[in-house]
């Protein structure tokens, strides 16, 4: 296993890669097996729920937070919280930008990964300009009033998973990175995870060997996913789940030439360094 | 120098990267820089001018294919000819398109760089969906009337470099190609050159350390670019081709954050392995 | 079952539907499900493909034709022929477009069904101009030299399917059409499959209930699909081609909420009766 | 005439189709023929106005509730209520969503049009997302904080119509969904009328019946329409304000081959049953 | 009256404004009142139709000579004639473009008005493509094959208007041109008449004063418009011509805050000398 | 020198073209040219900034202010001041947008510059809405809670620029059009400067002979630009910064035709008095 790639930059980075998302569960469908790949390349990845899901119709908060922290050990993230903004009303305020402007400062990301900004659930597309403008702040010296927003004593995060969820590269990198929580961040690079978007993604990530463990990371949601009283009967819950995220990996995969992908959006244009090494095969 | 990757492949590729286009000097304008990158990588570059420049109002066609050849040297090109078509009316023809099936079937190019299908030049337009067919039919086991339609005496590759031009690894690879002419070959990938087209590049190729050179190839025209009448006299020719040529490449370098860089389109996706390895910062 | 809707136009349909398309086997791909709808509902379909396939790696002409019109049968089509254009080279100009006028004239469509006008293989995209063109200038009372330049003789349209596979519809209406095969007719309307286009559709059509059997349409080109040498075994042939079109499927019945769909682009703009009866949810 | 297909719904839904817009005479202008030919159908329409005109130039805002009671009856409309939300500043804030929330709660529509989201009126295009967000919320059962917020003596639905103004189908059916409104409801289908906006309309609805009327509903606005001060006089205020808004209406309509018709955007693919049936001629 | 600026350029044009279409009675349709507009600025104007109308279903080929030439009259240009291209089946071809190389350098037109590049009818789509190619091939000063091509006795460019339409600045420009016919041309600027196409403009030209003349040189075409069996008999037909074109106009007028206009697109962005001077009011 | 336009307009406007900002130096970056060019036809000009610059690494708010005011000096702008919006974290607010109001209300501009509306800077974009709606509400006669809103105390619009700073035109035009500032003003026209944009732009102002003196504009943030410590040396601040901001103004130069340009981007359609007066050449 190579070392991961954070080692080798100046700043000790704490976390490789940051996935932000509104609710549980959202990252499991969109990047879960992106965040697979990265875990298995060594890196550390970590997730950031922005609401603890009280306005889902099946299953209480303490429940779906219990289910995030199994999936989150699935996905092999090393860290997962859930921050408290309302469920069904996320806004992009300056007061939530700071929140998570808090968690990269402490997390310090190279990638963070944002929902697309066009969605059918509102939450969705505001987590895409509440996060980005969370990462512009977060690089900032000065940022507008970071420390009198946010109460000293009720921490903007809070650690959601229960103590039982064994992180996977649990104290070290935190720890050191919590020493140095103050100091600003820009995080390199904002990738939009476009699944459910109807949008051309910009690139797609090869998830073929992780399919099933993403599937087993979307199944902890027990509260969501089992027991779901579907028609006919003619498909167990289990199973149509499985069939439509397999599905959509399997278009993803095929528009880039791999069995099952995820896709992306980046704003940016690329950089090349060598023709020859291009994927996705022209004709 | 590492070793060139196409050897490490089975089918042996003659070529690397082969840049088509419509008229000499237009490679060293669009993508000069990028032939430079590669060969500086140890791959094999070839350049195929599809017309000979008889429409230029300087210069006769004898003139452009000595520039041609030494623009070829300085950009290290170990290959580069020119087809027959009329300059200012190249057609989009099956019989144009197995003119550079025959290129192609002999060179093997991995990587063929065509013009973007939207220009000023009409030239460049057609030659972006000539090339493409061309690509296509090139691969096919059975293609349409590939034999019959060019006259065997009169090979529809002529090579116009004149011998004293020292092609850069001359020999070799290109008799070991001749051998296998005759064989369908389809190119992995067609990426699209878009320096003069009026869109957003898909990615950049930082030609920072080339910048020089690829003007020098540039320079080699001198029937086109030496001793122009310009208007007041406030710049000398050079300098102008200079400055406006630095400065597209200022522009799309900064686009991606480098230097100097040169623009392109692809059709299709990409395909990312790792998310912390993407280049271009977001902030 | 109800009556046949072509009954009720003053014209007298031969035709409801005709799908045209490069290869045989395109239309099994792209719109063999929409074909078992159309033909359920007591509809008269037809395909029309233009080339013979003789530059396919596997297969000759004589076996997909014969396949061809198996796969006629199982997808329920009254009426399925092949033209001549070169497999691999098919090209937009008058003769190409008479030829297929000749049949739009015999044959009556208020529907035709054309490849989208952007793909990988150059003969679809040449289709879709093609194609529109012909559908233009077949409803031309004057149109240019239509009669001269297709020899008597040799009919444009010749009949590729083998006398043993029976049309659903045989006789009848293809006779009545026959007389007025001379008198100009411009199809109501064209639309564009485009299942293998990067490109958004303007609608879905349900196929659910159709998904086995166009499957079983696909498996009648056993010279194509049958026995293929695919890398480490871990899929049978059947089963990747299989998995490959149902996830495509999937994919595009989920846009518009159902479980297996055709994607379509048309031109023109929608016009909607009422609201309240509009398809597809919005949340 | 037809049963309102209302009935045939479990939910019993108390309005067909609402239409939501920033400003008194907005709807008159933009769907105003597609809420009369859905009346014409016998489903059961509705109007809320988001603000009561305040801002305006001419005319008070007691002048504008009378006159738009005036062209609800016009418009066969069953129920037509106005919130307070400031004229000029409307805002996409959850208190004004969840206003929003309790009309849908109340009304229980299957269909809700709001304006575009791209507009000149800063209003308009924030109505866009605020009407969204609150279909949304709507349907969600915790949604965040919808009691505490709207204090209870002051209903945040203030019926703004004069009693003296006659609703078309008064009583039962609100009555009926009186009862049910502290119930989620989510609407089916969001449309989004495109009239003023500068993009290419999803669908039309042909309003040529209903024309006529639609223009008596505007002049309803008399302390808008009536006695404009034009220039030179050459037209009188009426007849511009007709030569205008016919304009647009055939303009509309000869985009789908109609006579006069109103544009629509939505987001969402079509749903197509039989290719057959699909309305506007290709050729 | 203004000199026409022609004067004031160095080559001496003959011609200010040449409008390209396929058929008579294009121009009159899409840009007939810019014509006039550039007409009654002292601006010398012409009109180049493709074909002599032989396809039309009503009207033989003089017929709609004599009317186009009753046409050019009240439009007020100064020179028409048609090419013998085949009607319905315009293809894009370099003998076709050099045809049209032979009006450009007789005319010299600083401004070309081509049919956009996408619409229904296919022979309009592909004038965009052969007229801007043959603007091109015009400015070449060695154009592939221009002599040998065209046969000398027949000339590409003949006269159709019948000698009793008077032109309205008749010999001393054309004369003028006509000595310098051979040399190279190129034309300043290509426009897009876009009206019939379903695209956004780039610009609109107020045709406001000469919206009725217009109508008067369309009416010219009597084999058309005249005496039409149309439906019910509500509109006469010179009604229904009248409503449909003011209708439209009065559309792209209302984008451009003037009471009739004409819609075109420029490929290149604008160039603007002086902010307070950019009309279309924003808000 | 020719009168300014604003003396012939009834409303005598004090200001021809304000524009606006989110923090100071960015205007002498995207419009700094324009503004010069306006200057120098004898146009009254105007900057607004809304932050003062305290997020930035270097330079405190106080030296921005002399800077800024420097800056302006060397633009020739005759008016320039700074609201106190966070910088870093502006909003889009009905106060921060009436804040604007009071400045359009007492400079009275034809023409604002605003930034584009898509931004790797948050505030960029934020501010593209902001000043849009500020501009709207500013025209309306009964703006929502103008009054109550700002205490009257401290002037929404405070002098940043010290007295020391001599404004080129200092008092007279301020002075007129405070006397009018309580009423209602709509500007003409909004353009959106799209320099950092990656968004192709509507039109180029032509900044050639500006070009300098518009370097030396940004050169007076000395506290920015002065000893930066770039990396090998290889370049002293001064020449990269000019280097860079050269490049971009001529890639956009070239855009239109002309060596050195600014981008807009408006939202409205053009309108074109005369086609032989259109700039930049299409071949």
New interface residues.
């Given amino acids: 296993m190579p070392d991961p790639?954070?080692d080798s930059t100046p700043q000790g980075l704490a976390v490789?890669?940051l996935a932000i998302a509104a609710h549980r569960d959202d990252v499991e469908q969109t990047c879960g097996g992106?965040l697979l790949r990265?875990a298995s390349?060594g890196?550390r990845t970590a997730i950031l729920d922005l609401t603890q899901g009280?306005?889902?119709?099946r299953g209480s908060a303490e429940e779906r937070a219990r289910e995030a922290a199994e999936a989150a050990t699935v996905l092999g993230v090393g860290w997962r919280q859930a921050l408290d903004l309302?469920?069904?009303?996320v806004?992009n305020t300056?007061e939530n930008?700071l929140k998570i402007v808090r968690v990269l400062r402490q997390l310090r990301p190279?990638?963070v990964?944002l929902p697309y900004w066009q969605a059918?659930?509102?939450d969705h597309a505001v987590v895409a300009s509440l996060g980005?403008?969370a990462?512009?702040?977060s690089?900032?010296?000065?940022?507008?009033?970071v420390g009198p927003t946010a109460p000293s004593a009720a921490p903007a995060v809070r650690p959601i998973a229960p103590a039982a969820a064994p992180a996977v590269r649990p104290t070290a990198p935190v720890a050191r990175a919590e020493g140095e929580s103050g100091l600003p961040h820009?995080?390199?690079?904002?990738?939009y995870a476009s699944l459910y978007a109807?949008v051309?993604?910009?690139?797609?990530?090869?998830i073929t060997p992780f399919i099933e463990q993403r599937h087993q990371a979307l199944l902890a949601y027990r509260s969501q996913y089992a027991n779901q009283p579907v028609g006919g009967g003619l498909f167990v819950p289990e199973e149509e789940i499985r069939?439509?995220t397999?599905?959509?990996a399997?278009?993803y995969g095929?528009?880039?030439?791999?069995r099952y992908?995820e896709?992306?959006v980046?704003?940016?244009?690329?950089?090349?360094?060598?023709?020859?090494?291009?994927?996705?095969?022209?004709?």
Same sequence: chains 1, 2, 3, 4, 5, 6.
């Fill in positions: 790639p954070a490789d890669v992106t990265m390349r890196l009280e306005a889902g119709t309302p469920d069904g009303a806004e300056l930008q190279r990638v990964i059918r659930h509102p980005y403008q990462c512009f702040l690089g900032l010296t000065k940022p507008p009033a820009r995080p390199f690079k904002i990738v109807d051309r993604p910009s690139f797609i990530v090869d069939e439509r397999f599905a959509e399997r278009h095929l528009l880039a030439g791999v992908g896709p992306f980046q704003k940016e244009v690329g950089l090349v360094d060598d023709l020859t090494l291009l994927p996705v095969q022209t004709l």
